[in-house]
Structures are given as structure tokens and as C-alpha cells.
């Protein structure tokens, strides 16, 4: 992989910005510019430990937001008809050790290009970004009628792996779903698996897994089982 200047922000820019720079901050809107997109947090409170810089770590106890858009724009040099290559994970490395204790959005936008945008309500995140490795220990989330809950490891250089487990239920809805990633992400394994509740029926509890990559999955075994 290779590190490209468009994975890194040409403009940072910060508004309505009030508070003590030793303690709490509050910015009224923070704009990340990049060749790829536009990323804008809106009424952020951050509270965080400015001597930790001294030991190379950016500490955030607590960082709030009303919303968060994410305006992602279209390659005007990009070939359609051009045969694509597989999508890779950018090879990052973070100077700083990054905590983020808690954190808080109340809507989270992100806007495609000639796509309908995606919407999530409430995202709750905590976790740490270590040199090229980023740990979630926890990211909240709904969107439309689904709560989803995520935790693991995403490492970013040439040899980019992931150990991901992502939970998935529905509002006053009784069955779950669960899926696993692990390996390297050019050929890493998966497993599925859900409970399917039918009307007046049994429960069904559906089991499934393979291996793939970030262009496509294989599946290898499946079981679908019948609960008296």
C-alpha cells in the first residue's frame, strides 16, 4: 500500500471555538478537507488532557456532537469504463497515541455521490488508534429501525488485518444477528450467525461461514437449524 497525499487533510479549519485549551473546548463547527471529501462536526464539546502531548498521546476524556456530515465527492478523473482495482484499506500510521474515552454524535450523515445518503442516529464510540493499529472497544449505533454494536482491531499497513465482531437487532423485534471477521483482509475468514423468529412459528437459528476478501466472499458451510 502506498501513502498517498489525498488520505491526509489539506485544510483544517475551526469556528465559534470558546473555553480553556487545558480543560474544555467548545467548537461551534470543526471542517477536515481532503481530495476525497468534506468532513464537518458540528457544536462539539471536547473535553481532554493537554500534558498527555508531552508523552505522544492525545487523550480525549469526552467529545460530544450534535452531527457529524460526511460529504464525500466524485473522482472527476475517474474512468468508468477503466477495469477497477480491489478496494485496499489506505497504509496509515498515527504519530500520536489517540484515546477516545467517550464519545458521543447525535447523527451521523454521510453523503455519496448520486446516492441516496446514509443516516445513523446516536453513535456512542470508545476506543484507541496506536501507531497503525486502531482498537474499538465499542461503537453504538442505529440506523432506521436497527441497533448495531461493533468491537475489535482494524491494523493499517501492507499486510492490513482485522479480528471484528459486529451485532445487529431490531427494534421490539425478537431475533439477533452476529458476524465475525478475523485474518488478513485479502483473504480473511467470516461467520454468521442469526436467530429468525416467524410468526406463529418455531424459531429458526441460521448458521453460516466462509472466507473472502474486500472485493468478494466465498461461502463454505451453512446450517440452518429448527428450535422446539
Not at 491526509?8 to 473555553?19: E, F, H, Y
Not at 488485518?161 to 427494534?171: E, I, T, V
Not at 476478501?213 to 451453512?222: F, K
Amino acid at each position: 500500500m502506498q501513502k498517498t497525499s489525498e488520505q491526509w487533510p489539506q485544510q483544517i479549519q475551526m469556528t465559534g471555538v470558546s473555553g480553556t485549551v487545558i480543560d474544555k473546548l467548545k467548537v461551534e463547527a470543526l471542517t477536515i478537507t481532503t481530495d476525497k471529501a468534506t468532513i464537518t462536526l458540528s457544536d462539539a464539546l471536547i473535553y481532554w488532557q493537554p500534558e498527555r502531548l508531552l508523552q505522544k498521546r492525545l487523550r480525549i476524556e469526552k467529545l460530544s456532537a450534535e452531527k457529524l456530515t460526511v460529504h464525500m465527492r466524485a473522482n472527476a478523473d475517474e474512468n468508468k469504463d477503466a477495469p477497477r482495482s480491489p478496494p485496499r484499506l489506505p497504509d496509515i500510521s498515527s504519530p500520536l497515541a489517540i484515546d477516545l474515552l467517550q464519545t458521543s454524535l447525535s447523527e451521523l450523515v454521510i453523503e455519496r455521490p448520486d446516492k441516496p445518503p446514509l443516516t445513523f442516529r446516536q453513535l456512542d464510540f470508545s476506543g484507541q488508534w496506536a501507531g497503525e493499529t486502531l482498537s474499538i472497544y465499542g461503537l453504538n449505533g442505529s440506523h432506521r429501525d436497527f441497533n448495531v454494536f461493533l468491537d475489535g482491531d482494524v491494523i493499517f499497513d501492507d499486510d492490513a488485518a482485522a479480528d471484528l465482531n459486529l451485532h445487529a437487532s431490531k427494534d421490539q423485534q425478537p431475533g439477533h444477528l452476529k458476524l465475525g471477521l478475523n485474518g488478513p483482509l485479502d483473504h480473511f475468514q467470516w461467520q454468521l450467525e442469526s436467530s429468525l423468529n416467524i410468526p406463529r412459528g418455531p424459531e429458526h437459528h441460521l448458521s453460516v461461514s466462509g472466507h473472502g476478501d474486500l472485493s468478494s466472499i466465498e461461502i463454505t458451510r451453512g446450517n440452518l437449524q429448527t428450535l422446539q
